[in-house]
């Protein structure tokens, strides 16, 4: 917390000069331990891409059969489930509402899958055809995710693109499996490969960013700097009385 003598509570004056001479006397005054986060959609989008990759390639018949999700279930379980889980578990240590809830539910979703095809594998269950059951599944995160995308508007053009797509896949596969329509599987598989390249390069310009300390991708980013070789602007909520505490990441 930060304490400050009534003497030396900043200026009430109005206007641009007063909220420019709030934000000195802020950085000047305040005293704060801060515990700082490294980016978690970091983690959470690399784990996403690589999971979608492996996964949706196999849906549409790049490699392998049906009896190849089997062996795909651990990788996606544990990329796609459980680091982006964390991710999401992070993302609310940085008050980021949007990541903690994409993250979290796809984190969810990867770890059902893996826990769906580890029973089927085993012999627990069989799979049926067509999968009405995971379709509904599908239309149930393309949804929240739809809704992911239009929140994402805020933030940048790359995390857009990828809930964007990402719920686009999801109502493809959604329709296909639970109308039994083959080309509707197949084109959400497609989609699903180009969300997660799209994955792979945002969380790409995130790590460069983090590790240069400057812009070195683009991602198209609606607030701050989104030029290569600018800074990142540093946000901090003064005005919400948590000089120093910046939101989001």
Same mark, same amino acid.
């Given at each position: 917390m930060t304490h400050m003598s009534r003497s030396a509570q900043p200026g009430r004056g109005g206007g641009h000069d007063g909220h420019d001479g709030e934000f000195e006397f802020w950085r000047n005054h305040a005293h704060i331990s801060l515990q700082p986060v490294a980016a978690p959609s970091i983690l959470g989008l690399f784990g996403y891409a690589a999971a979608t990759f492996v996964v949706a390639t196999n849906l549409a018949g790049w490699y392998g059969n049906?009896?190849?999700?089997?062996? /795909? $279930?651990? $990788? %996606?379980?544990?990329?796609?489930? /459980?680091?982006?889980?964390?991710?999401?578990?992070?993302? *609310?240590r940085a008050r980021d509402g949007l990541a903690?809830?994409?993250?979290?539910?796809?984190?969810? $979703?990867?770890? #059902? *899958?893996g826990?769906? *095809?580890?029973?089927?594998?085993?012999? @627990?269950? @069989?799979q049926p055809t067509p999968? =009405?059951?995971?379709? $509904?599944?599908f239309a149930a995160l393309a949804a929240i995710t739809w809704s992911g995308a239009f929140a994402a508007l805020a933030e940048n053009i790359g995390l857009t693109l990828v809930l964007g797509t990402l719920a686009a896949g999801a109502s493809c596969l959604a329709v296909g499996q639970?109308?039994?329509? #083959?080309?509707?599987?197949? %084109?959400?598989?497609?989609?699903l490969?180009? #969300? %997660? =390249?799209?994955?792979? *390069?945002?969380?790409?310009?995130m790590m460069l960013e983090g590790t240069f300390r400057r812009v070195i991708l683009p991602i198209g980013k609606l607030r701050g700097p989104n030029v290569p070789g600018r800074e990142p602007r540093q946000v901090i909520q003064f005005m919400a009385g948590e000089p120093g505490i910046k939101v989001g990441q």
């Amino acid at each position: 917390m930060t304490h400050m003598s009534r003497s030396a509570q900043p200026g009430r004056g109005g206007g641009h000069d007063g909220h420019d001479g709030e934000f000195e006397f802020w950085r000047n005054h305040a005293h704060i331990s801060l515990q700082p986060v490294a980016a978690p959609s970091i983690l959470g989008l690399f784990g996403y891409a690589a999971a979608t990759f492996v996964v949706a390639t196999n849906l549409a018949g790049w490699y392998g059969n049906a009896n190849t999700q089997t062996f /795909l $279930f651990p $990788f %996606a379980a544990m990329l796609g489930g /459980l680091a982006q889980f964390l991710a999401g578990m992070w993302a *609310y240590r940085a008050r980021d509402g949007l990541a903690t809830a994409m993250h979290g539910i796809w984190g969810a $979703f990867w770890l #059902s *899958y893996g826990i769906l *095809y580890l029973l089927i594998a085993i012999g @627990v269950l @069989v799979q049926p055809t067509p999968f =009405v059951a995971l379709g $509904f599944w599908f239309a149930a995160l393309a949804a929240i995710t739809w809704s992911g995308a239009f929140a994402a508007l805020a933030e940048n053009i790359g995390l857009t693109l990828v809930l964007g797509t990402l719920a686009a896949g999801a109502s493809c596969l959604a329709v296909g499996q639970i109308a039994d329509i #083959s080309p509707w599987r197949t %084109a959400g598989a497609y989609i699903l490969i180009a #969300s %997660a =390249v799209v994955a792979w *390069y945002t969380a790409t310009a995130m790590m460069l960013e983090g590790t240069f300390r400057r812009v070195i991708l683009p991602i198209g980013k609606l607030r701050g700097p989104n030029v290569p070789g600018r800074e990142p602007r540093q946000v901090i909520q003064f005005m919400a009385g948590e000089p120093g505490i910046k939101v989001g990441q």
